[in-house]
Nanobody
Framework: VQLQASGGGLVQPGGSLRLSCAAS????????MGWYRQAPGKQREFVAVVFERGDTKSADNVKGRFTISRDNATNTLYLQMDSLKPEDTAVYYCTAAIGPRQFWGQGTQVTVSS
């Protein structure tokens, strides 16, 4: 199983980005899919998760700004990030629970700066 994240980049404060993460390989279904992020010098932190039936949870510091979603037909995860702040700068990692295992993507850099 491979997770390929994309969509990161440089954006000004107040701007938007949309991250994608495609799961590929041999599996029956994907359970929870989510995003974590790690800023320089900090520990990796939870951002948001979406479960197979569509219910979601988000970290308090992104609620109202970030929206997580998934396309079960293509096993693709999305993170729409609006009203970005400099403190959102980090490497964003996607993760997926498939059976008893958790898989991680390679990370995509998001930089919010003027």
């Amino acid at each position: 199983v491979q997770l390929q994240a994309s969509g990161g980049g440089l954006v000004q404060p107040g701007g938007s980005l949309r991250l994608s993460c495609a799961a590929s390989g041999s599996f029956f279904s994907v359970n929870a899919m989510g995003w974590y992020r790690q800023a320089p010098g900090k520990q990796r932190e939870f951002v948001a998760v979406v479960f197979e039936r569509g219910d979601t949870k988000s970290a308090d510091n992104v609620k109202g700004r970030f929206t997580i979603s998934r396309d079960n037909a293509t096993n693709t995860l999305y993170l729409q990030m609006d009203s970005l702040k400099p403190e959102d700068t980090a490497v964003y990692y996607c993760t997926a629970a498939i059976g008893p295992r958790q898989f991680w993507g390679q990370g995509t850099q998001v930089t919010v700066s003027s």
